[in-house]
């Protein structure tokens, strides 16, 4: 609890900024979009209050290419919007291999526990 | 932790999961970038010494500032804040690695990804993006921004942002989760505070930016969702949710940075931690609400509310400023070249908040909305204040990283001509917005005293280049010349000064005990 507490209390001060909003804009929009962000800031202290501690022996990878190759992936995937059709096929081809890479090492790593 | 030795190789350098690598790697391209949005700024200054068009055509000038601007946002200071977060927080909690390295490592290759494909731009038939960093709708639909190179901005942005987004995912779920026995929120480091407001902030506002590219994409190639009379307003909401608190994502890791760093150059324990956490959390959250006040000229925001939060801000600021005053004020204060540096960057974002305190209050903005008034006061918070920030926190870390000193001598020059380029840079254009001059202009005329003033600006802006020169010469000589540092060459406070320099994979072979904020401090204060 102790580790969630800032995060709690900062998603509470988010959604007192925001409601305030709400109260004196006539615009629907702003407060809008700062709830949605209070909310992801409820989401973040969440996590801090339901995330147990790791295992005192984990196991990290060194090299990660398939990360690389992922990121990369995505970058084609949206360039392929204005270079066409070619780098969307090539794109979505390294996407796919990425996370079967990924998925390997993540399985290689689960066995070494 | 499996140990698996270092790999000098290519592949092994940019394909490591170390948190270290990834933060230089991350630090490195950024300052990159840094170098080439810097150049664009130098030929901007010679084209306005003087009015009328001498160097650069109006549409080329356009494509300048754009890419300056957009450069030094997306892909210098935002990743150079991150940088220092993803190399020293697991460092300073005492943690063997980070969560999600794998997710990091995307982040770290997506933000040069995003900077190659958003600078070429310049390639395309239209050139590179010429609306303005902030893009506006509707100087960016389709019609006033024809050609690819928008296109290329707006895809650059995305994936620049999403990158820093996945790295702060990473550095906070570290700071929640892999802390060391005894590492107690409030026990956690004032840098690594910071960096836990910093990545709050990137994680609830980031996502605006990304909403707002992503439709103005489709704006420009499918439907007009920012069309209409409340279409360019709707994207300025967006915009500025991002825009604002991202000022603040490139402060707090530098004034997390200065704390470190006026402590241990006061020989000194932080002064007032606990206000200053709690300063940080409230300052962070209020800069979410604050994102409208570049908006009054539009007359279409609740004025009223977001003059007022703007100028709440004042209040966690000054407790910051109390709090890093308060720590030098019966210290022993050793005037180095990181602690020179914190020193300038506590003055001149002064001089950048005070300022603000003018565009936060609606009827002082009308005045000077989209002046130079405005360029100078957000020159005096990036330049002048978060990159006096930076360069603290490299020649106080440096030595950790690399192994090796820089020269102080250098360093002081480099503060020296840094100084005094920043405040000839960017007072003068205080001056001339005042006046009147309009800032995204190429030509002006020479009424006021515009023309002594630019000048004076160009002249500020190649002294700045000058002590970039020296940093990087004092770059070349540490590495050629190498003077070891030790691990605790300034006998810092915290657990990144424990281990070896540079830090070993695993980072630590042992840990001491930590009972505060400040456990090397506590430790050197048990054996006197």
Redesign the interface.
Known sequence: M??A???V??AA??TV??A??WV????H??PA??TA??S??WC?GL??LL?P??RA????????????L???A??ML??S??VGEWLLLIGGGALVAGLVW?AR?LRAERR?R | MLVVPRRASLIGWVGSTDHKRIGVRVATYAFGFFLLSGAFALVMRTELARPGLQVVSENTYNELFTMHGSGMFFLVMAPLALALGMYFVPLQIGASDIAWPRLALIGDWLIPLGGVTMFSGFLTDHGAAKAGWTAFAPLSDIDRSPGYGMDLWIFGGLLATAGVLLLAISVLTTIVRFRAPGMTMLRLPVFTWSMVATCLLVITSFPALIVALSLLFVDRHFSGVYEGASGPVLYQHLFWFYGHPVVYVIFFPFIGAVAEVVAVFSRRRFFGYHALVLSLLVFAALSMSVWAHHMFATGRVTNQYFALTSTILLVPAGVEYFDLIGTMIGGSILLSSAMLFAVGFIVLFLIGGLTGIIVASPPLDYHVHDTYFVVGHFHYTIFAGSLFGFFAAVYYWYPKVTGRMLRERLGKLQFVLYFLGANLTFFPMLVSGYEGMPRRVADYENIHDLSLMNMLSTIGAFTIALGTLVFLWNLRVSSRKPVPAGNDPWQGHTLEWWTTSPPPPHNFDSLPPVRSYSPLYDRRLGES
Do not use: H, Q, T
């Open positions: 102790k580790v507490l800032p995060f209390a900062w001060l988010l900024l925001a305030v909003l004196w804009s006539s615009d929009v702003p979009i700062f962000a209070a992801v800031a973040v996590y801090a995330r501690f790791p022996v984990r196991r990290a990878p060194d090299l990660s290419l398939a990360s690389g992922v990121a990369l995505i970058a949206l360039l919007a204005l990924l090492e070494v």
